[in-house]
């Protein structure tokens, strides 16, 4: 009797760790499966096809435009361009602790980006033909655009690489609903002429409706843009005296240290000149000085609602 006991004891042991075995290898395979794995795939960014192994965390973000979306969907990238040779004092405390510096915006050290071994590497369009193709020779490169009408494509491109799409269909929709909000609680923006200034070497510069903040600002908000820069493309440097032919009720003068480094006076020169001081719309202080900081690049997510909340606690206060 004690015998078929002991025999019927051990049965039951058996089977319920046999059970326990089953329940714990099923969790594992649960767990595998829902975890993201980097495969080769084909992705279509502005109408060209690339093959890329993503989702992935070994990124290189080797424009300004690229590291501003890394930060809003809070990705650390392996490597990041820099200014002047320091990394953009807004973003380098966001970007991750093991950030590496890849060199020059303009264009980045060959030899740094290869030593990361990345599986893709996010470049500008400003690059020359040169650059872009030494990078290409590392590994996948795509040259994410600097106009600002992108800034959607560009952040829906770093959601499919990074395995964070959805966040940034989230952002995408939180910016809108935060315009709508913007323009009903300040519908006078319509009949406001507003203008932005960067100085960069020393130069007023100027731009059209389809560069750095103009298309948020005269597109997303719907201010009024003034006549004067209609036939202005780009970037366009510009005297004090044809600044004070523009009739503009706003001004928005955005200065960055690293991008002044033979000028660094050039900011106060300005607000202490005389005929500056005459414009209309400085006169009536209704000139704003780097309401966000001076490197924003004007057309991502990120510039956006760091811009939008300025207009509402600087400007429209």
């Not at 807004?90 to 290869?114: C, Q, R, T, W």
Request: charged share 25%.
């Amino acid at each position: 009797m004690k015998k078929k006991l002991f025999i019927f004891s051990i049965l039951l042991l058996s089977v319920f760790l046999s059970g326990c075995s089953q329940t714990k290898n099923t969790d594992n395979k649960s767990k595998n499966t829902s975890q993201t794995k980097t495969t080769s795939n084909s992705i279509n960014y502005l109408n060209k096809n690339y093959t890329v192994k993503a989702p992935t965390s070994k990124i290189v973000t080797a424009s300004f435009e690229s590291m501003e979306d890394a930060v809003a969907l809070n990705f650390h990238p392996i490597g990041a361009v820099t200014i002047s040779g320091e990394m953009p004092g807004y973003l380098k405390n966001k970007l991750g602790k093991g950030v590496a510096n890849i060199g020059d915006k303009f264009g980045p050290n060959v030899e740094s980006v290869a030593a990361l071994k990345p599986d893709i590497i996010l470049g500008s369009t400003k690059f020359d033909e040169k650059v872009t193709s030494n990078l290409t020779k590392i590994a996948p490169t795509i040259n994410v655009s600097h106009k600002s009408d992108d800034w959607e494509k560009n952040l829906m491109l770093m959601g499919t690489l990074t395995g964070k799409l959805e966040k940034a269909k989230n952002l995408i929709s939180n910016y809108e609903k935060d315009l709508k909000d913007f323009k009903k609680n300040n519908p006078e923006i319509t009949n406001k002429k507003i203008m932005i200034i960067r100085i960069r070497e020393g130069e007023l510069c100027i731009y059209g409706e389809d560069f750095y903040y103009n298309p948020m600002l005269y597109k997303d908000l719907g201010f009024s843009m003034p006549k004067e820069l209609d036939a202005v493309k780009g970037q366009t440097t510009i005297s004090k005296e044809q600044l004070s032919k523009i009739n503009s009720d706003i001004i928005l003068v955005q200065f960055m240290a690293s991008e002044n480094k033979g000028f660094p006076n050039a900011l106060k020169d300005l607000k202490n000149d005389t005929l500056w001081k005459n414009i209309p719309a400085v006169a009536k202080d209704n000139v704003f000085y780097n309401v966000v900081d001076g490197g924003y690049q004007g057309g991502t997510y990120l510039s956006k609602e760091v811009m939008l909340k300025a207009l509402n606690e600087k400007v429209f206060k």
